[in-house]
């Protein structure tokens, strides 16, 4: 041994051929800045063959744990420093494995044995340890920084060392261990549903201690979903009793509060919401002007005149930036004291409101505006379903007296539906995205279970009501950029070169043009436009939405890519979210020449805040109606159904039922007896014995052969091509084609993505 190891004695009764110690490796290491194995052997003079594999064996074991990092081929090898941690939270996977997600670099990914003292959501540094075959960077965890929750709601099960609660995805690989006589105290029996306080955190060798505190009702799947998926999203679901207490002090307007504000009450505002909507926080109002131009009245609920800046209501406010809505549940951002109560535009009530009155040419461009805080008497409440049948028949008898019978409401309806007309075609002009997509609502029987799942229409109401909406909130960005005011601006970027590249060689299948790089809305729409008539026209258009980025929050206007706008901002919901509220305190400030509010937060950390709240809610949100489907389809399995292929993956077809609207899985190992292959471009599947292919648009018959409750997943088993898209003919019919990527195999064989 020619090498100098302060822990030689015990390497020597560990080994009977020893080599250096982990601490002697790093020192030297250190000492020479990076190293090769050959390189490191070479310093320890290890000739012996054995050693030196038992050297490179203990070097990645370091890597592995986050000791050095290896880079390069040959790999090389430098002591982990402070800079190497990063700071993420945790995702875990169903499956028991999990990433940090990291904002400015890729993702780490953790194996199972990392994942075993952490749960969703917790804050963790980490260092990056090595890159796996994958190409994915692999990760250690260095410290737990901060738990998301520290309770949970499970099933309690007893295996034969004792009682724990098992806990559903994304957190199943961390049962919590309870005692006997925590159960027997409360009396709670094997499957039910419990809520579970954490006492002693998981490590890497003990699973977590915790104490039952409820027991929970089981005759309701659906409510105890949504308790369980508040607690995993973190989502608060209670307010303070500080912010009860405010909003309960709140009286209907006085002669007091109206007080420097414009009356409104005169004018036929009326608003127009969803049958199922319980808060109106947007009323309109247009009329012809000399010359045939418009002016639009929009009025928001002045929320802002209630949640004060840094009070207990403003506070739960931010902290959960947004409403939540599930599909027969909202989590709102304020109470509903003030959310269905006094910032409601209910009718035939003074209401205080904040306005964005609007001045439109006949050619439908804005040729000016004002905003003022007012006060406004709603004289209808209508509905999008009411105000589509008038359109369609003023004579319709759903179409209610408020509408019909009163003369003004009827007029500043009947210009709407005028004006309506011209912003389309100034929204066609500046080529704004208008895809063909679905969106579904769930309809619940008595006892809670799904009775259907139905496609929401869009008639001429809605698109009238975004219209307005587009037209204040344009403006309020306008007029905050143009007076410096501190707000948040909603910003959604162009695709980036990888997303664009996609889009350019599938564009191909239609023979349209499509840049590489650098797309304008123009490019989008060309194919927006081609493809809108086609049966497979959502499929198609729903990967085109998926190359687009998320939009955000931020101080910093970088305009909205999908919109077509230069400047864009969020000013017509203040009541179910918190950048609208800000707008409105800035606007407000400015137009009243008060002193603008100082808040507790930073606008970068809003900016931040908001977005991470829209977020958790759309993943909350997402979850809990995937999970609704996929309870509804455990009892359907066996049946078949007609559906239309909307994803091709290297593993198989993503396939939408028709009738359901509910997404499956055609694993590629069930596709068909063939030897299929994935061309990514063209986003098929293509069987290379028997020319079968499989692409977007196509229409299946499946049989849904499994749910699977952990993994929110339903496999479909593919029965019958029913009808191929017009761009998915045989390869007889087709040009042939470069060749394509190697991913499937014949019969029941793997899908692998070369």
Request: glycine letters at 6%; hydrophobic letters at 35%; proline letters at 5%.
């Amino acid at each position: 041994m020619s090498w100098n190891d302060p822990n030689a004695s015990s390497e020597a009764k560990r080994y009977d051929n020893p080599i250096p110690s982990r601490e002697l490796i790093l020192s030297t290491i250190n000492e020479h800045g990076e190293v090769t194995h050959q390189k490191l052997a070479q310093i320890f003079g290890i000739e012996d063959p054995d050693q030196f594999d038992a050297l490179g064996n203990r070097l990645k074991a370091m890597a592995r744990d986050g000791q050095v990092n290896r880079e390069g081929r040959p790999y090389r090898y430098r002591a982990v420093t402070k800079q190497d941690i990063v700071t993420g939270q945790i995702s875990a996977h169903p499956k028991g494995f999990g990433f940090v997600l990291l904002d400015d670099m890729p993702d780490l990914f953790l194996h199972e044995k990392q994942m075993r003292w952490v749960f969703n959501g917790d804050t963790v540094a980490a260092v990056g340890t090595s890159t796996d075959n994958r190409g994915r960077t692999e990760g250690r965890i260095v410290d737990v920084v901060e738990r998301r929750q520290n309770n949970f709601i499970g099933t309690l099960v007893r295996d034969e060392e004792g009682y724990c609660v098992d806990l559903g995805s994304p957190n199943n690989h961390q049962p919590i261990t309870v005692t006997d006589d925590n159960v027997q105290a409360l009396n709670a029996k094997q499957g039910a549903p419990v809520k579970v306080d954490i006492i002693d955190w998981p490590n890497q060798h003990e699973f977590g201690t915790g104490k039952i505190t409820e027991l929970l009702s089981d005759d309701n799947d659906r409510e105890l979903i949504i308790e369980t998926t508040l607690l995993n999203y973190d989502i608060p679901s209670d307010f303070s009793e500080a912010a009860l207490k405010q909003a309960d002090d709140y009286k209907e307007p006085t002669d007091k509060d109206l007080k420097g504000r414009t009356d409104l009450r005169h004018l036929p505002l009326v608003t127009i919401d969803g049958e199922d909507a319980r808060d109106f926080d947007d009323a309109v109002f247009a009329e012809k002007r000399a010359g045939g131009n418009y002016r639009v009245l929009v009025a928001i609920a002045d929320v802002s005149s209630y949640v004060t800046p840094n009070s207990p209501l403003d506070q739960d406010a931010y902290e959960r930036g947004t409403s939540v809505y599930f599909p027969h549940r909202v989590i709102p951002m304020l109470p509903e004291v003030l959310s269905n109560g006094l910032c409601s535009l209910n009718p035939d009530l003074d209401r205080l409101c904040m306005v964005a009155d609007i001045k439109i040419s006949r050619a439908g461009k804005i040729t000016g505006y004002e905003f003022y805080p007012g006060v406004m008497h709603s004289q209808a409440r209508l509905t999008y379903n009411q105000v589509n049948a008038y359109f369609d028949d003023p004579k319709d008898n759903s179409v209610p007296e408020s509408l019909t019978g009163n003369k003004n409401v009827k007029k500043s309806i009947d210009t709407l539906h005028q004006l309506y007309g011209l912003l389309l075609k100034k929204r066609e002009e500046r080529h704004a995205m208008e895809f063909e997509t679905v969106e579904t609502y769930i309809k619940f029987n008595e006892k809670g279970g799904i009775d259907a799942i139905l496609p929401r229409t869009r008639g001429d109401s809605q698109k009238l009501i975004e219209e307005c909406m587009l037209l204040a909130n344009t403006c309020a960005a306008n007029f905050a950029l143009k007076h410096e005011l501190p707000v948040l601006y909603r910003n959604h970027d162009k695709p980036d070169g990888e997303k664009s590249m996609r889009i350019h060689e599938y564009a191909k299948n239609f023979g349209l043009p499509f840049p590489e790089e650098n797309p304008t809305q123009a490019d989008y729409q060309r194919i927006i436009e081609a493809t809108k008539d086609r049966p497979d026209a959502i499929s198609i258009h729903s990967m085109l939405l998926r190359s687009m980025m998320q939009a955000n929050y931020s101080p910093d206007n970088i305009g909205h890519f999908g919109l077509a706008y230069d400047e864009y901002s969020h000013f017509t919901s203040p009541i179910r979210r918190y950048p609208d509220l800000m707008l409105h305190r800035a606007i407000k400030a400015h137009v009243t020449n008060s002193k603008q509010p100082v808040m507790d937060f930073s606008l970068e950390g809003a900016g931040t805040q908001t977005s991470d709240t829209e977020r958790r809610a759309e993943k909350a949100s997402r979850y809990v109606e995937s999970w609704l489907k996929c309870h509804y389809m455990k009892d359907h399995v066996g049946e078949e159904f007609n559906g239309v292929v909307t994803s091709v993956t290297s593993f198989g077809l993503f396939v939408t039922l028709s009738d359901l609207y509910i997404d499956g899985l055609v694993h590629i190992s069930n596709v068909g007896d063939d030897y299929f292959v994935y061309d990514e471009h063209q986003q098929q599947l293509i069987g290379k014995d028997k020319g079968t292919l499989f692409g977007l648009g196509d229409l299946v018959k499946i049989q849904v052969a499994g749910v699977n409750m952990d993994l929110l997943q339903i496999d479909f088993d593919l029965k019958a091509k029913l009808q191929a898209s017009e761009m998915n003919q045989t390869q007889k019919d087709k040009p042939k084609k470069p060749a394509a990527k190697k991913s499937g195999g014949r019969g029941r064989g793997r899908s692998k993505k070369s």
